[in-house]
Protein backbone atom coordinates (compact mmCIF):
# COMPACT_ATOMS: atom_id res chain seq x y z
CA UNK A 1 0.00 0.00 0.00
CA UNK A 2 1.15 3.29 -0.95
CA UNK A 3 2.16 5.57 1.52
CA UNK A 4 0.49 9.63 2.37
CA UNK A 5 4.15 10.59 2.24
CA UNK A 6 4.66 9.01 -0.91
CA UNK A 7 1.31 10.81 -2.68
CA UNK A 8 2.60 13.93 -0.87
CA UNK A 9 6.61 12.93 -2.78
CA UNK A 10 4.49 12.15 -6.11
CA UNK A 11 2.47 15.15 -6.03
CA UNK A 12 5.27 17.71 -5.21
CA UNK A 13 7.01 15.75 -8.38
CA UNK A 14 4.43 16.76 -11.06
CA UNK A 15 4.29 18.88 -14.28
CA UNK A 16 1.92 22.15 -13.49
CA UNK A 17 -0.13 20.71 -16.09
CA UNK A 18 -0.41 17.59 -14.44
CA UNK A 19 -0.37 19.56 -10.75
CA UNK A 20 -3.11 21.48 -11.62
CA UNK A 21 -5.11 18.66 -12.72
CA UNK A 22 -4.95 16.94 -9.45
CA UNK A 23 -6.15 20.02 -7.96
CA UNK A 24 -9.02 20.85 -9.65
CA UNK A 25 -9.87 16.33 -9.17
CA UNK A 26 -9.42 16.94 -5.53
CA UNK A 27 -11.71 20.05 -5.36
CA UNK A 28 -13.95 18.53 -7.28
CA UNK A 29 -14.04 15.73 -5.15
CA UNK A 30 -14.52 17.92 -1.66
CA UNK A 31 -17.35 19.61 -3.07
CA UNK A 32 -19.50 16.85 -3.83
CA UNK A 33 -18.72 15.25 -0.91
CA UNK A 34 -19.78 18.55 1.21
CA UNK A 35 -22.95 18.42 -1.15
CA UNK A 36 -23.65 14.74 0.22
CA UNK A 37 -23.13 16.03 3.89
CA UNK A 38 -25.55 18.82 3.50
CA UNK A 39 -28.00 16.98 1.68
CA UNK A 40 -28.23 14.23 4.77
CA UNK A 41 -28.22 16.27 7.18
CA UNK A 42 -30.83 18.49 5.69
CA UNK A 43 -33.07 15.28 4.86
CA UNK A 44 -32.32 13.73 8.89
CA UNK A 45 -33.66 17.38 10.27
CA UNK A 46 -30.31 18.81 11.13
CA UNK A 47 -30.74 21.93 9.76
CA UNK A 48 -34.41 22.70 10.62
CA UNK A 49 -33.27 25.04 12.86
CA UNK A 50 -31.67 27.48 10.15
CA UNK A 51 -34.98 27.13 8.46
CA UNK A 52 -36.74 28.28 11.91
CA UNK A 53 -33.96 31.22 12.61
CA UNK A 54 -34.66 32.47 9.01
CA UNK A 55 -38.76 32.36 9.54
CA UNK A 56 -38.43 33.73 12.84
CA UNK A 57 -36.37 37.05 10.95
CA UNK A 58 -38.79 37.36 8.15
CA UNK A 59 -41.55 37.61 10.88
CA UNK A 60 -39.54 40.19 13.12
CA UNK A 61 -38.98 42.10 9.73
CA UNK A 62 -35.16 41.87 10.22
CA UNK A 63 -33.91 39.24 7.08
CA UNK A 64 -31.90 40.74 5.17
CA UNK A 65 -31.27 40.74 1.73
CA UNK A 66 -27.94 38.43 0.34
Known amino acids: ?12 SL ?13 ER ?4 WDRK ?6 SGQLDFLVEEAVNEKNRGTLRDL
Open 15 to 27: PDKEYLSLRSWFS
Open 1 to 12: MITVEEIKTAIV
Open 38 to 43: IEKDSE
Open 30 to 33: DWKR
